[in-house]
């Protein structure tokens, strides 16, 4: 008894020991928070001179007296209140972000056109992304060359378990969204600017479908506020089926077992396991919806079609398990389902290596006409979206290159229409009167070629070739060519490569002009005597100089040289020749029209036979197209 009397006194004399010590700090806390509102806020010293400081001592020694459960409530309600400020303090913050970036959005989508149904659906369904190349009367012949193999097939020839796959693992709440997460698009929101969590989150199937089809890959805000427009209309106009069936037709799924990227679950079904999509099974289907995060990655087969080593395939196999738990967990298959499926091995099921097929230009001169041009057209358009001049871009090759490169990706990617003013008919018919008539165009000689590669020399015939073509005299719209004898054993395009003209030049420097300038008459006698210009002396074609005048017409026809070069020698000493061949679309130096070897066709540089020396010009047309005519 004695001892518990004690141990209450000690524990009296200590509570009250741990009271004195309170107040002292309270009344040190006190002083220095009331000096530093002094030095800061003068006219605070008068308030707290003229307090009664007997007053303030009895407070604290009052509140000090207090019980320690009414210590406890007053120390909670203060904490409440700063808890409460806080709140409201965030808040008022968190909704000044949301006006602040409300009206950043709105400014960014001002000028932006809205899409209407019929714009957004053809944009969606386009799955022909290379761009497409055709004759006159959208008569259409091929697309641009490209590396990704696509074939489109309806959602219903699409197994079930692909489409709850790619729903588990890509977009597990795209049957309950409306084309956005606004929560997974904050929190990728938060990440761009602060640099911290994922970098890649926020994108539902809609978002990506938008991104793949519609804009481009850039990253800026811009770009993201539009696809969030464009992702919530997309919703509006169509179901959930149709967007989800144009996914999976566009989707890039890696390479097949020829080296060739694939895109579209019928490539991938075909590239990977030999079998139509409809027909996958659940471990095989998994595989492929495993693909899109990182299609270099997962995909089986190398550049060159083999299959990869186990170490890397298993990259993989380790994915396609991760979209069966997944499908597991939404409970979209059973339990048995998920364990058997991850038992399957895929290694067996992949295809073997193979070659593609190799594909024949049947108008190969044609194709690589357009697809020349276009690229040339669009490199240009594209740096002058960036305000580079024509002369700048054309006098560095890298920065050419540049824009070059961005072209040709459009051009294989983003569905253009190539049309062009050549017709078909015709085309076909000038290539088979040259194919038909081919032997009395002169003897085939033998021509020495060396590999690139390997080095090796090699002899072969070589044909003589031409190259013609058919033009519009009224708009100079090229209506048909021919390019060359056969373009699977020459692809030079003869109507566009520089050559002398040869005698051709005759009635177009010399003669034409004469007559317009009244020089001579068709019958105009004109004399075929040896002749000697100094350092030039011209002679007839084997040296059999009629040594006698000959009427125009007939040197013309005859093709005789010396009548020739005299009547040039006179024309240019009366006018000048450029100005009638430059009308013609064919510019020379004023060297060359001061040689009189030009008379029989001898340009430093060539000429081409295509007009102006540039075989197509282009009309920029709306909706993806090019129109070069």
């Known amino acids: 008894m004695k001892d518990s009397k004690q141990r209450s006194s000690q524990r009296q004399k200590h509570a009250s020991a741990l009271i004195s010590k309170g107040r002292r700090k309270v009344n040190t806390l006190f002083s220095k928070i009331k000096t530093k509102l002094s030095h800061s806020m003068p006219w605070l010293n008068n308030w707290f001179n003229h307090q009664d400081k007997d007053q303030n001592r009895t407070f604290v020694d009052q509140f000090s007296a207090k019980p320690l459960t009414f210590k406890l409530n007053a120390f909670l309600e203060a904490l409440k209140s700063l808890v409460l400020y806080g709140i409201s303090i965030g808040l008022i913050m968190f909704a000044l972000g949301l006006g602040i970036g409300a009206g950043y959005f709105a400014a960014l989508m001002k000028e932006e056109p809205v899409p209407s149904y019929q ?22 012949f091929g697309a641009i060359k490209t590396d990704l193999s ?43 600017l602060t640099g911290f969590g994922s970098q890649t989150g926020g994108s539902t199937l809609t978002q990506q479908l938008i991104k793949m089809q519609v804009l481009t890959s850039q990253v800026t805000f811009k770009r993201k506020a539009t696809e969030v427009l464009l992702a919530l209309r997309v919703d509006k106009y169509f179901t959930k089926k149709e967007i989800l069936q144009d996914y999976l037709n566009i989707a890039t799924l890696g390479r097949n077992n020829k080296g060739q990227n694939v895109a579209g679950v019928q490539e991938a079904a075909q590239g990977l396991f030999g079998k139509d999509a409809k027909n996958l099974t659940l471990a095989e289907a998994a595989y492929i919806a495993g693909l899109p995060q990182s299609p270099s990655v997962y995909t089986p087969y190398d550049q060159d079609g083999t299959l990869k080593d186990p170490e890397y395939l298993k990259y993989g196999l380790d994915r396609k398990n991760t979209v069966l738990f997944r499908m597991y967990r939404d409970h979209r298959i059973t339990k048995a389902e998920y364990q058997a499926a991850k038992k399957v091995d895929l290694t067996s099921e992949f295809q073997a290596k193979a070659e593609p097929e190799s594909t024949s230009k049947r108008y190969g001169y044609v194709y690589n006409l357009l697809e020349s041009q ?65 032997s ?52 030079t395009n003869y109507m566009l490569t520089k050559r002398s003209p040869g005698s051709t030049i005759k009635p177009l420097l010399v003669y ?28 007839d074609y084997g040296n059999t100089i009629q040594n006698k005048f000959i009427p125009a017409d007939k040197a013309l026809a005859q093709s005789l040289n ?32 001061s040689q009189l070897g030009l008379a029989l066709g001898g340009p430093k540089m060539g000429l081409a036979c295509s007009p102006k020396q540039v075989p197509l010009q282009h009309l920029p047309m709306k909706a993806n197209t090019l129109m070069l005519t």
């Open 119 to 140: 714009v957004l659906k053809q944009q969606l369904d386009n799955t022909d992304q290379a761009a497409g190349l055709y004759f006159a009367k959208n008569t259409k």
């Open 150 to 192: 696509r074939t489109p097939v309806s959602i219903n020839e699409m197994s079930p378990y692909l489409t709850d796959a790619i729903v588990a693992t890509e977009d597990e709440d795209f049957y309950k969204h409306q084309g956005v997460v606004p929560k997974a698009l904050l929190r990728a929101v938060i990440s761009d």
């Open 512 to 539: 034409g002009p004469a007559i317009d300038q009244k020089l001579i008459g068709s019958k105009t006698m004109l004399a075929d005597f040896k002749t000697n210009f100094k350092t030039y002396a011209p002679t």
């Open 374 to 438: 276009a690229t040339d057209i669009m490199t240009k358009q594209l740096a002058n979206e960036a305000n580079v001049s024509t002369q700048k871009l054309n006098s560095s090759p890298t920065l050419y290159k540049q824009y070059e490169t961005k072209a040709t990706e459009l051009l294989s990617t983003k569905g253009y229409q190539i049309h062009s003013t050549i017709d078909k008919d015709i085309y076909d018919s000038m290539q088979e009167i040259v194919k038909q008539e081919g």
């Open 562 to 593: 010396i009548p020739t070069v005299n009547l040039y020698n006179k024309l240019r000493k009366t006018t000048n020749p450029a100005t009638y061949m430059d009308k013609m679309g064919i510019h020379l130096s004023d060297d060359e029209y």
């Open 440 to 491: 009395s165009f002169g003897p085939t000689y033998q021509d020495t070629t060396t590999d690139p590669i390997t080095g090796l020399q090699s002899v072969g015939d070589t044909p003589v070739q031409n190259g013609s073509v058919l033009l519009d005299n009224r708009t100079g719209k090229v209506i048909s060519f021919v390019g060359g004898r056969d373009f699977s054993l020459k692809q």
